[in-house]
C-alpha cells in the first residue's frame, strides 16, 4: 500500500452489486447532452461559448434540444442542500454560481440568447414569482425568439405508460408531452433491485404512440411474452416518478449515466405540470408473522422437499432470512426473485449483513433454489424464467462461497468498503490504490455519527464512564400477562453472560444492559413475547443486540462470537430475524439496516463509553 497521503477522489461504483440495467431501459433514444460546467461570472470566454451553443439550439426546429441544454446546465449546479457527506462542497474548491446568481447574472446580460435560457430556467427552477417577472422582462426587450420559446406555458403532458418485464427488475414510465412545435417523450427507467429509484432518463423528440411503438417492438423481439405496456394516470405516473426520483436523491453512490441526472430539472419540471392524488410505488411493511407464514408455507410445500425442514434449523431459518431480503432490501417483495436480485443477494447482502457460522452460510445457495421455485411458482412464473434463475444462483455460488470464506467488513465497515471509503481486508487493492481519509472527508458527518450512538451532542458533551451498576431486571410498566415470560427469558440470558464473559470485566455491566433492553422490549411491545416460539431464541436476540451496541463480540478466536453466543443457548444461524421486532420495539426504524446503534447511553457499559467519547474527540480535533 502507498504511503502518500490519500487524494481526496470520488468513490467509485463496483460492477456488483448494482449490474447495468436489464434490456430494453436503454434504447438508443434521443439525444444525450453534452456535459456542461456551469459559467463563472467573469469568465467571458465561456459566456461566450454559452451564448454560441444556446444559439444552435434556437436554430433547431425542435424544443427539445433547449430544454435539454438548461437542465443539463441546471444539474450541473450543485445544491447547497444535498452535499454528498464523502465529497468536499463544492465551493471549497471551485467558486461556482447558485441557481440565484446565476440567474441574476442572465438578467444583467440581457442578450438574446441569456434571454432564452432564462426562460426556460425559471420554469426549471419552480419559482413562480420571478419566472413572471422574467417573461415580463424578456418581453420588453423583443428578441426575435422561434415562437415556441414564447409559447412555454402550452407545454402539458398528456399521456402516461408504464412499461416492464414480468420479473420486476425495473420499469420504464413514459411521460408523452405536448410542445408548443410538436411532442416529446420523457422516458424514465426506475430500478426497483437498488431500492426503487431512478437509474436513467431520456428526452425524445418524438410522440408517445411512436416511442411506446417502438419498445412494444423491440423488447418483444428480446423477451417475447415476458414484457407488459398499460396506460397510467397521470396522477399515478407523477406519483411513482416523484417516489423514484426522491428515494434516488438519498442514494449514495448516485446513478449516473450521460443523460442522468442532467435531464432530473426538466423531469421534475414535467412532474409539476402532472395532477397530484396518484398512487406511487406500495412501501406498505411486511410484517414478522407474515414472513413466518410464509416461511412455514415453503417447507411445506413440494418446493421444500430436501431442505432440512425441523423447525429452528438452520434451513428454516435461511429461508426466512431470504425472504427478509426480499421484502426489506430487493424491492418489497419476498418472492420476487431474478437473476440480478439473485446476484445481489449472494455477492452484497448476505456476505455482508448475515452473521452467522460457515456451516449455514454455506447452505444458503441450496436454500436460496427452493425459495426461488416456490416463488416463480406462486406468481406463474415462465419456466425458462425459473430454469434462468436457478442458473444464476449456480453461476455466482462459487463467489459466494469464495467471499464468506475470506476476512470481509459487515456492517457500516462493509458499506464504506463497497463506497471506496476503506480498503478491503482480503489485501485485493492494488499496492497503488488510495483510499480517502476521515481527514479527507467530511469529518462532521463521522462526528454527527458517533454522537448519534449516544444520543447526540449534547449526551455526547455529558458522556462519562461510569460503570454500569448491577442491578435487577425491572419489569414496571410492563403488562402482567407477559411479565414470568420475560423473567424466564431474562435468567436465560444472564445464565449466558455468565458463561460467556465469566473472565470479562465488562460481565456485570453487559449483564445490566441486557436486562434494561429486555425490560424495554417488553414495555414497548409486550405482543413479542406473547407469541409462541422459543425463550431461547428470545434471550438469545436480547444478549445479541445488547452485545452488538458495546461491540463484545468478535468474528473469529480471540473472543465471544456471535456463533458461540448462539451455541450457549443451544441454537444455530443467525439471531438477527427474531431480534427485529425487538429492535422495533426500542425505536429502529429499519431493522435491517441496523447500525449497532440504540442511541442511550444507559444501554453502553463504561468501556464502549469511553471509546466512543475517545473517538468523538480525535474528530473534532480533525476540524
Given amino acids: 500500500m502507498s504511503s502518500r497521503r490519500p487524494k481526496n477522489r470520488r468513490p467509485q461504483q463496483r460492477r456488483s452489486p448494482r449490474p447495468p440495467s436489464p434490456a430494453g431501459a436503454s434504447f ?166 437498488m431500492g426503487t429509484v431512478v437509474k436513467d432518463a431520456f428526452v425524445i423528440d418524438a410522440p408517445i404512440a411512436e416511442v411506446v411503438a417502438r419498445l412494444d417492438s423491440l423488447l418483444g423481439a428480446e423477451s417475447p411474452g415476458e414484457t407488459f405496456t398499460r396506460e397510467i394516470t397521470l396522477a399515478d405516473a407523477r406519483a411513482k416518478i416523484d417516489d423514484a426520483v426522491r428515494f434516488g436523491r438519498i442514494t449514495y453512490p448516485p446513478f449516473e ?11 421534475e419540471w414535467m412532474l409539476r405540470l402532472l395532477p397530484a392524488g396518484g398512487s406511487g410505488y406500495a412501501t406498505e411493511e411486511i410484517e414478522s408473522d407474515q414472513i413466518e407464514a410464509l416461511a412455514e408455507r415453503i417447507m411445506a410445500s413440494p418446493h421444500g422437499r430436501g431442505l432440512r425442514r425441523r423447525k429452528g434449523s438452520d434451513d428454516a431459518d435461511i429461508v426466512e432470512t431470504l425472504l427478509w431480503l426480499g421484502a426489506q432490501q430487493l424491492g418489497g417483495d419476498p418472492l420476487r426473485w431474478s437473476p440480478v436480485t439473485v446476484e445481489i443477494a449472494l455477492l452484497d447482502l448476505v456476505p455482508r449483513k448475515i452473521v452467522a ?128 415470560r420475560v423473567r424466564g427469558v431474562g435468567a436465560l440470558a444472564d445464565d449466558a453472560v455468565a458463561n460467556l464473559f465469566a473472565d470479562d470485566a465488562r460481565r456485570t455491566e453487559l449483564r445490566t444492559a441486557a436486562r434494561r433492553i429486555l425490560a424495554r422490549i417488553a414495555a414497548a411491545d409486550p405482543a413479542i413475547f406473547r407469541r409462541r416460539s422459543s425463550d431461547a431464541a428470545a434471550a438469545a436476540a436480547v444478549l445479541w443486540i445488547a452485545g452488538s451496541v458495546n461491540d463484545a463480540f468478535r468474528a473469529s478466536r480471540g473472543g465471544v462470537t456471535v456463533s458461540a453466543m448462539m451455541s450457549a443457548f443451544g441454537l444455530k444461524g443467525s439471531p438477527s430475524q427474531r431480534a427485529q421486532p425487538m429492535l422495533r420495539a426500542l425505536g429502529v426504524p429499519v431493522p435491517e439496516d441496523w447500525s449497532r446503534s440504540l442511541g442511550d447511553p444507559l444501554l453502553l457499559v463504561s468501556g464502549r463509553r469511553r471509546t466512543l467519547r475517545e473517538r468523538w474527540e480525535s474528530l473534532q480535533a480533525m476540524r
Avoid at 449515466?257 to 423531469?267: F, G, I
Avoid at 480498503?423 to 469529518?443: C, K
Avoid at 447526540?456 to 419489569?475: F, R, Y
Fill in 357 to 484: 457460522d460457515a456451516a449455514y452460510l454455506r447452505r444458503v445457495p441450496e436454500v436460496m433454489r427452493h425459495v426461488v421455485t416456490f416463488a416463480h411458482a406462486e406468481r406463474s412464473i415462465p419456466e425458462h424464467l425459473t430454469t434462468a434463475t436457478i442458473a444464476a444462483v449456480d453461476e455466482f455460488e462459487p463467489q459466494y462461497l469464495d467471499a464468506i470464506s475470506s476476512p470481509r467488513r459487515q456492517g457500516p465497515e462493509a458499506l464504506l468498503e463497497q463506497m471506496g471509503m476503506l480498503p478491503p481486508l482480503d489485501g485485493a487493492a492494488d499496492d497503488d490504490a488510495e483510499f480517502p481519509s476521515f481527514d479527507d472527508a467530511d469529518v462532521s458527518f463521522f462526528i454527527e455519527l458517533v454522537e448519534s450512538a449516544v444520543g447526540g451532542p449534547e449526551a455526547m458533551e455529558a458522556l462519562d464512564d461510569t460503570p454500569l451498576p448491577d442491578e435487577p431486571l425491572d419489569l414496571t410498566g410492563t403488562a402482567d400477562d407477559v411479565g414470568e
Fill in 257 to 267: 449515466t450521460e443523460t442522468w441526472p442532467a435531464v432530473r430539472p426538466l423531469v
Fill in 28 to 193: 438508443g433514444l434521443g439525444r444525450p447532452p453534452e456535459p456542461l460546467e456551469p459559467p463563472e461570472p467573469a469568465a467571458d470566454t465561456g459566456m461566450l461559448v454559452l451564448e454560441t451553443e444556446v444559439a444552435k439550439t434556437l436554430a433547431s426546429p425542435h424544443p427539445v434540444d433547449l430544454l435539454i441544454y438548461a437542465s443539463t446546465l441546471l444539474a450541473g449546479i450543485p445544491s447547497a442542500d444535498e452535499p454528498s457527506p464523502f465529497e468536499k462542497r463544492p465551493d471549497d474548491d471551485v467558486d461556482l454560481p447558485s441557481v440565484d446568481e446565476l440567474i441574476v447574472m442572465f438578467r444583467e446580460a440581457a442578450r438574446m440568447p441569456t434571454d432564452a435560457l432564462l426562460l426556460v430556467l425559471t420554469r426549471l427552477a419552480g419559482d413562480e414569482v420571478r419566472q413572471r417577472r422574467v417573461d415580463r422582462e424578456v418581453a420588453a426587450r423583443r428578441h426575435p425568439f422561434p415562437s415556441w420559446l414564447t409559447r412555454l406555458d402550452e407545454i402539458r403532458p398528456v399521456r402516461a405508460v408504464q412499461m416492464g418485464h414480468v420479473l420486476g427488475d425495473g420499469e420504464n414510465v413514459a411521460l408523452g408531452v405536448h410542445l408548443p412545435a410538436g411532442d416529446m417523450t420523457v422516458l424514465v427507467y426506475v430500478d426497483h433491485n
